[in-house]
Each structure stands twice: as C-alpha cells, then as structure tokens.
C-alpha cells in the first residue's frame, strides 16, 4: 500500500466520525509493531494539510522486557518531526514473575492503558490514538458474539471519563494486509513482541477462524464489517 492510499483511508475514518477538532493534542500509542507505525506515518503526515490543526506526540509504554530496542522507533519519529516518550515501567515483571499469570492479556491492557493515559495528560493531549484497524474491528466483534453472547465492537470514537480523553481509532477502513504491504514498502521499524503469550490468545484463534471461514464464503469480512456499522453498536453510526 502506497502512502496515498493510507492516508485516504485514514481521512475517511476521521471525516466520516468526526475524530479531530482544531487544537487537538494526540498521543498516538506507539507499541512498535507494525499497525502503530502506520498510524504514526498517517496522522505525521495528515497534519501538514488536514484542514483542522492538530499536534501529535507518540508514546511507548516499555514492559520491562529485556531486549526490545526502540532506538529505530526514536529516528523514524525524528525523521517525522514527533516528539517522542517512553514510559519506562514493570509490567511484564508484575504480570509474569510476581503474580505468575495465566491468562494475563485483560491485566496487560488496563496496567498498559493507565501508564499511557497518565502520560499523555502530563503531555497536555486531550485525544489518544489507537491503531485498531479493519480486521481488529471484525475479530472484536466475534470476540464478543462467540465468548459473551452479545454483538459489540469497540467505537471509532470513544470518550474515557476518568481520564477526561477522547479516544479515536483513524485506522478503522485499513485492512491488515495492507498494512503489512505499507510496512514492506516503506521499512517500518517494527519491534518484535517479546510477550511469552503473544500468538497464543483467544484474539489469535479468531482470527485463524475468521481467515478460514473468508476461504470458504469470499466476502465474509465485508459483510461482517457492514454489520457493525448497520447495527445499533455505540459510536458506529455516522454522523450527519
């Protein structure tokens, strides 16, 4: 996927819900993976000529793991004029040394989302940005109908009262296969996940199922993606 495209994609999601306003501060969550190097690609470079003025900082939460080098991650936000943090914590002892977790990804996210959220408010942003895209969206959605019996799927635009953050997620029409060919032609810098459970979570079993059930009913992801934003799921209606 060329850069055109992506940024096509991107400005859609954010006309289409209403994701920034003039003055926007946003922290954009910086993992190193492939999908929050895209969004920082996107957002760095939509903000030279988005009609609504904003400003954006990227942030990575460190876990603790030994080994994960974000150096590249630190040039390429240097290189896309971004000031960039990292948030040094102890995650990944707590979750696996200490408490000795099973099934820790739920635990993960919420200790994750309270050091970023804390960041990103001593950073002065009113706005966070997440990298969820199109085929998270889909396996989120059958997440929730196969393990909780209800059809739900986060929102495009989310606002946390605790923290008194907006929420938004501009990679929502961006499928995963061409963020993967955006991170081939262009060299992300993708840092490898240490997690020892990475791979192994009930995300990654719906998302082998999904694949399969597209191989045999081409199609599939389209209609389950339509069937989000047809339903009466919060957020997923546009705006007039």
Not at 11 to 37: E, F, P, T, V, W
Not at 108 to 118: P, Q, T
Not at 148 to 160: A, D, K, N, W
């Amino acid at each position: 996927m060329k850069l055109q495209k992506l940024l096509g994609y991107t400005r859609k999601a954010l006309d289409d819900y209403n994701m920034i306003d003039d003055g926007d501060k946003i922290a954009i969550g910086i993992s190193g993976g492939k999908d929050s190097l895209t969004l920082l690609y996107a957002l760095s470079h939509l903000r030279r000529f988005y009609p609504k003025k904003y400003d954006i900082e990227a942030i990575t939460v460190r876990m603790g793991y030994k080994g994960m080098n974000f150096s590249p991650v630190r040039q390429l936000c240097r290189e896309l004029g971004v000031n960039y943090t990292i948030v040094e914590t102890e995650i990944a002892g707590i979750l696996f040394s200490r408490r000795n977790e099973t099934n820790p990804c739920s635990l993960c996210a919420r200790m994750r989302k309270g050091a970023f959220n804390i960041k990103a408010k001593e950073l002065g942003c009113n706005k966070e940005a997440y990298a969820h895209h199109y085929d998270d969206a889909v396996e989120t959605m059958m997440m929730s109908l196969i393990y909780e019996g209800r059809f739900h799927c986060f929102s495009p635009v989310t606002y946390l009262d605790k923290s008194g953050i907006t929420l938004i997620r501009p990679l929502i029409y961006v499928r995963e296969a061409d963020i993967k060919g955006f991170r081939n032609a262009y060299g992300l810098p993708v840092v490898k996940n240490l997690c020892p459970v990475d791979g192994y979570t009930k995300r990654q079993y719906i998302k082998e199922l999904i694949k399969k059930l597209q191989s045999e009913t081409p199609g599939l992801k389209e209609r389950l993606f339509h069937a989000i934003q047809a339903s009466n799921t919060d957020g997923w209606k546009k705006p007039d």
